[in-house]
């Protein structure tokens, strides 16, 4: 649930939490134009530092530009703001939101885009598919919902909108019982699980759906292939079936959320390893470690509060 912290940042300033309110005629709640992140922050012997900051505004300011919209601030002073707002709310781990939204103003279903506005919100944030999940690896179904393809919803850019993919997927795996759904692009090819990135392990390589495959480009997935790489280990960018998973070795998930979760089976196919596979323990230990800024030679993917 949604533990509050004391303040939220909105255009310019810190505003009291309960105040940090959208009119309702917003377009972005009737249309979903509307583009946001997710950033965890970690404790670390330097106090709470954020991993991969820059990079995920980046990405931020990148799906603005796929949805017509100029955030009015740049990735430095965001870089900035999100420190501060750590500092303010006192977190020393969690998870930061910031979302790029249109104000009050028109509402035809072509929206005023010179309305954005900017906000980024804070909170504590444990295990995303819980503890047993990350023990054991979590249970994937497949879902009848396909993934968002580049003909219809960009899948690059992380757009509000978007989302009502990922979530009726995640919904209907919920209550068929898996923790969590995996999602096809139409020639069927695995494109990802509904908020975060797939991973098989297939004689000590790693396979991980391409771009190309109506991905979100994961900035932990990006960040498990260069520690996959630093560690000797081959990546392949590949598409893969859902049978290929089937016969994996191992499989793992990675997300900001979601972090480093092994996956346990998919479609009632239990993955070769069972639990957590050696791999996927070996960069799970390695990612935990880098995050909580353990590893000098990534302490630059972390930005201090
Ligand atoms: N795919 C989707 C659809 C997601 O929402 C996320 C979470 N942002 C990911 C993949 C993983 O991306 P990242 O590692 O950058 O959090």
């Not at 072509?110 to 506005?117: S, V």
């Not at 009848?144 to 978007?162: C, E």
């Not at 297939?202 to 480009?217: A, C, S, Y």
């Amino acid at each position: 649930e949604l533990i509050p912290t004391g303040t939220v940042w909105m255009d310019g300033e810190f505003v009291a939490w309960d105040q940090a309110q959208v009119h309702v005629l917003t377009p972005s709640l009737h249309y979903g134009w509307g583009v946001y992140e997710g950033i965890r922050a970690y404790a670390t012997d330097r106090g709470p530092a954020v991993f991969r900051l820059r990079d995920h505004l980046r990405r931020l300011h990148d799906s603005a530009r796929v949805y017509l919209m100029d955030p009015g601030w740049s990735v430095d002073e965001l870089t900035e703001i999100s420190l501060e707002l750590l500092r303010r709310t006192g977190l020393d781990s969690g998870y930061l939101r910031p979302i790029v939204y249109l104000g009050y103003g028109s509402m035809g279903v072509a929206p005023a885009l010179d309305t954005a506005r900017v906000a980024i919100a804070a909170w504590p944030w444990g295990s995303y598919l819980g503890a047993t999940a990350d023990q054991e690896g979590c249970r994937l179904v497949v879902s009848s919902w396909q993934r968002n393809g580049v003909h219809s919803v960009p899948p690059l850019a992380k757009a509000t909108g978007a989302y009502v993919n990922s979530a009726l997927a995640k919904v209907g795996a919920l209550r068929a019982g898996y923790d969590d759904a995996l999602m096809l692009t139409s020639t069927g090819h695995v494109a990802e699980a509904s908020a975060a990135n797939i991973f098989a392990v297939r004689d000590g390589e790693l396979i991980t759906p391409p771009v190309g495959d109506n991905i979100l480009p994961g900035l932990t997935r990006d960040t498990v292939i260069t520690l996959a790489r630093d560690l000797g280990i081959t990546v392949r960018e590949q598409s893969l079936t859902r049978s290929e998973l089937y016969v994996a070795d191992e499989a793992f998930l990675t997300g900001t959320a979601a972090e480093v979760v092994p996956v346990a089976s998919v479609d009632d196919r239990p993955v070769a390893a069972g639990g957590c596979g050696p791999i996927t323990k070996q960069l799970r230990d390695v990612f935990h470690d880098v995050v909580r800024g353990r590893e000098p030679t990534y302490r630059h993917w972390l930005e201090f509060a």
